[in-house]
């Protein structure tokens, strides 16, 4: 493949993409994403190739491989295209009917199709699956529709339109677009990305880069993961436009190694579009240059942190550093740079291509646009969820996730990830976003949502983090290394039948002090568990305390009574 | 200069100093641990945290061994906000060193005797600030000793935690940087021993060809060699002998 000189060669080139297919062909999407995978998707697909060739059916179907989108609660999905007909919780014996009926004589297989909880009828479309039909799937709806490997299949969708349009705007221009788009960062601070940019291109130095973190850490959470696995040109369209605005030659992806399928899809979309001259030297003919390298993250949560993510993209030890001199003015090797969030990056071609006002539309007064949610935990439809920001918790955790299986009841919701916080019943009609979470004690995090329900005891969740932080701690900071250490004891103590009267009251000071003195974000929002358990649930913490008891059933104090 | 204040009292400060220094140029008192001249600064122990108020009104928290002084800063180093975080500091330092005498001074200083959190066993004086490793690599230049592990179970460590670590010169910097004497260092006759929390080393001296003194370890001496070129026989008198 030549490279493209010119956005009239990659219109030419979509175009004579678009002509070789035909919109009417049926073509089977398999979910190929890391959850559907273990449930056997990758045998599911060779069952496919091998069973149209057996039927001989080639002439008639195409099958793909396509990243997330979202519904990992009823995997292997199989959705066949154009009628969109879903099937659900596909395995492999399921593999011949599906051909035969629905490909061979146009019927539906009627027992793979999603059954509506609420109504109890059967739902033929994956449009109309509840799940679905309430989200606004701007950025993640892309997954369904690709095939991660194939560049042309996102030249198909329109991809790269974006990065076109960008090279004939001036950097000051795309910056404009994004400060109006009000977009922030979707990692957890939520700071202004177009505010970032602009402090990063006004930053002295020639040499700039611009990073992607790919490093998602928080337990539960796996929406960078999909995004990546599943339509990683999105990701770097938005980062190559991203580079051209803020003055950049050199990019980074920092993901981490524990994420393989996300790691090997990046690589591939790298060299294609190198291939295609949409990154590396003379972009589009455009005189703007910009090459990206991947590097792998050897697992520590703290190197999500943009200082110890720099640190250790240099080679050294993944360790924080005081940020009174902001990474965009001195980062990676000490130059200025650029670092957001995998979905920020994917938000950035949407926003180029439809303007910063119409996506200013979208979402709240404070928090514009969508998020992806990963919801998990007590909950009927784990999966991935996008919805405007502002959508309340209730419709994220009933209407979408489809309430708490097994009859059970609501108690919690925690959202932001490990430091985050755990949000009761009465405030599911919090409107998600950014300034409403934090204020509830919680935070939005990279969006992390874990779902718990009535046989949850609070205490031991807020055990659970608390050790969770305390073993990813970098350990540099006294507050945050010795504080975890000794909130950790305390936790346990309540939670073996050992609480004294003065725990709650130690819990706050040093939870305090932590918020206060910590290096970094991990040991400032390190005790928002503990916090906002002790805020919304204390009467728990009374309970084990005062009476030994665990109200929920799950702390068992059997060592204090042998004693 | 700069010219901000400190504790109200107005002060000149050279471009490109920190807080700290600034105070201390000025007998201020701010404590601190894991400061040190020698070394880039490093904010780890939090003790040196001071209220600043910036000259466009921004209010918050920093370590002054970091943040650098700015025209019309205004500083507050002991307001009742910092000797809060202090005490519940040393006390978390009390629990994790309650053999240091240094901890203990400071936190009797700051008001406190004893600690209501889990003391830490094993006469543990190390309070891991990493003067010794950073002394070690910045000043030294040999990264002998380094941190290890993360969180709670981060340690002073030779390479791969073995008991001997083959870059040692055995100058014993690390003794010298070390604020709660976690690292001790102690030279009888031949013999240099410098205890680690978690191993000893010793090492052989060299001695003077003229006196007989022992005056530095050999290792020490071969390293100054090989740095600054010069040959091995220059080094055969101890410094107070040679001409």
Known sequence: MAKLKSPGELEALRSSILKKRDPDKPCITVCNGTGCQAYGSKSIMAAFQDEVKKQNLGAKVDVKAIGCPGFCERGTLV??????????????????????????????????????????????????????????????????????????????????????????????????????????????????????????????????????NADEGDPGAFMDRSLVEGNPHSVLEGMIIGAYAIGSHEGYIYVRNEYPLAVRHMRIAIEQAEAYGLLGENILGSGFSFNIKIKRGGGAFVCGESTALMASLEGRVGEPRAKYIHTSEQGLWGKPSNLNNVETWANVPLIINRGGDWYAKIGTKGSKGTKIFALVGNISNTGLVEVPMGTTLREIVFDIGGGIPKGRKFKAVQTGGPSGGMIPESLLDLPVDFDELTRAGSMMGSGGMIVMDDKTCMVDMARYYTTFLEGESCGKCLPCREGLRQMKYILDGITEGRGKEGDIGLLEELSATLIDASLCALGNTAPNPVMSTIRHFRDEYEAHIKEKKCPAGVCTFEAVKVK | MVKLTINGRDIKAAEGTTILYAARENNIYIPTLCSNEAVAPYGACRLCLVEIKTARGRERLVTSCIYLVEEGLNVQTDTEKIRKIRRMLLELLLARCPDSEVVQDLAKKAGLDKTRFVEQTGNNKCILCANCARTCEEVVGVAAISLAKRGVEREMTTPFSEDFSEACIGCGSCSYSCPTGAISMEDKNSTRVIKWPHNTMEFKLKKCSVCGQYWAPEKQIEYIAKISGTPISDYDKCPDCRE
């Open chain 1, 79 to 212: 959705v066949i295209k154009p009628k969109d007909i879903f099937y659900q919780r596909v395995r492999v014996k399921d593999v011949p009917e599906i051909l035969s009926e629905t490909i061979g004589k146009g019927n539906v297989v009627n027992r793979l199709l999603y059954t509506d909880r609420t109504t109890n009828v059967k739902v033929t479309r994956e449009g109309e699956v509840p799940f679905y039909k309430r989200q606004m799937r701007l950025i993640i709806g892309n997954n369904g529709l690709i095939d991660p490997t194939s560049i042309d299949d996102y030249l198909a969708i329109g991809g790269y339109t974006a990065l076109a349009k960008a090279l004939k705007m001036s950097p000051e221009q795309i910056i404009d677009e994004v400060k109006k788009s009000g977009l922030r960062g979707r990692g957890g601070a939520g700071f202004p990305t177009g505010n970032k940019w602009e402090t990063t291109r006004k930053a002295h130095g020639d040499t700039k880069y611009v990073i992607c």
